[in-house]
Structures are given as structure tokens and as C-alpha cells.
């Protein structure tokens, strides 16, 4: 005798449509945890910021200066990658305070000091970007803190 293969089609199908019925009860067993929030970025990714640097990480994006320059792995590539550019400069210029020194008169004028990455990016002209003395000190605390933890 040949069995037909229709009832076995609909039994499944009926299975398959009712399959959720009864499935609004809580599942047993332990439940999954919702991911942790991730921690505080940097200017992009990274680690939190120390209190007061905000602004400066905020003029960062605003004034222009990540579309040119990157910072742990977010921005432009057309200027010096800017992740570790307190850990380079304290190193050249002999303390924190001194990197500072330098930030500061090359974000005034970028002609005038061009910088040690001058050798790689030889076409790349930093333009004056006009901002107050304030707004110079609040970039230049946020670059500070891009440097080897």
C-alpha cells in the first residue's frame, strides 16, 4: 500500500505554524546578561578622558583638525597620526610641560614650527586654525593626554 505524502506535509506544516503557540512562557534555565556598556572614549576609541578634557576633545572634531589628523584610528590620514603625540613629544622636548610648550606654539603658528613629522608629511601644510587663546589651552590639554598610559 503507497502512504501519501500529503498528511505528512500538512502535520509539519501545522507544527511549523503552531510551533510558537505556548512559547510566551519565561525559558527555564539561567539568562543571558545584556552586554556592558563600553567604557568612556578618548577622541575616538581609547580609554576615559580625565575631567576637564572634554571640551578640548570636543574643538578637536569641531575646528577641523580630525579631518586631517587621526586619533586611534578615527580621523583623516593627510597629517601625522596624532594617537601617541604627547608620548613622542614629552620624549623629544625632555618632560609633559615641555610637549605642552611645543603643542602650543605650533598650533599658533605651524609655519614657524613645524613639527618632527615634517620628514614624513613634506606636501602637508597644517594651516593657522583660528581659535582663542582658551579654546588653544583646551586642545592642547586634550593632546596631552594622547600618550602611552
Known amino acids: 500500500m503507497k502512504v501519501s ?4 506535509a500538512v502535520v509539519l506544516l501545522v ?3 503552531a510551533g510558537g ?5 519565561p525559558a527555564a534555565g539561567p539568562v543571558a546578561k545584556p552586554p556592558s556598556p563600553s567604557p568612556p572614549l578618548t577622541a575616538f576609541g581609547g580609554s576615559a578622558l580625565p575631567p ?10 569641531t575646528l577641523g583638525c580630525k579631518s586631517c589628523h587621526m586619533v586611534d584610528g578615527w580621523g583623516g590620514q593627510n597629517a601625522p597620526d596624532l594617537t601617541l603625540v604627547a608620548t613622542r613629544y614629552t620624549k623629544l622636548q625632555g618632560s609633559l610641560e615641555g610637549a605642552k ?11 614657524k ?5 615634517k620628514k614624513l608629511y613634506p ?11 582658551e579654546e588653544r589651552e583646551q586642545v592642547i ?3 596631552s593626554t594622547l600618550r602611552e598610559k
Do not use: S, W
Request: proline fraction near 12%; hydrophobic fraction near 35%; charged fraction near 30%.
Open 5 to 8: 505524502r500529503f498528511p505528512r
Open 15 to 17: 507544527l511549523v505554524v
Open 21 to 25: 503557540a505556548g512559547c510566551d512562557k
Open 52 to 61: 576637564g578634557v572634554e571640551g578640548g576633545r570636543q574643538l578637536f572634531k
Open 101 to 111: 610648550t611645543f603643542f602650543r606654539e605650533h598650533i599658533k603658528d605651524p609655519e
Open 113 to 117: 614650527n613645524p613639527g618632527i613629522d
Open 123 to 133: 606636501f602637508v601644510r597644517m594651516p593657522p586654525i583660528p581659535m582663542t587663546d
Open 141 to 143: 590639554e586634550y593632546l
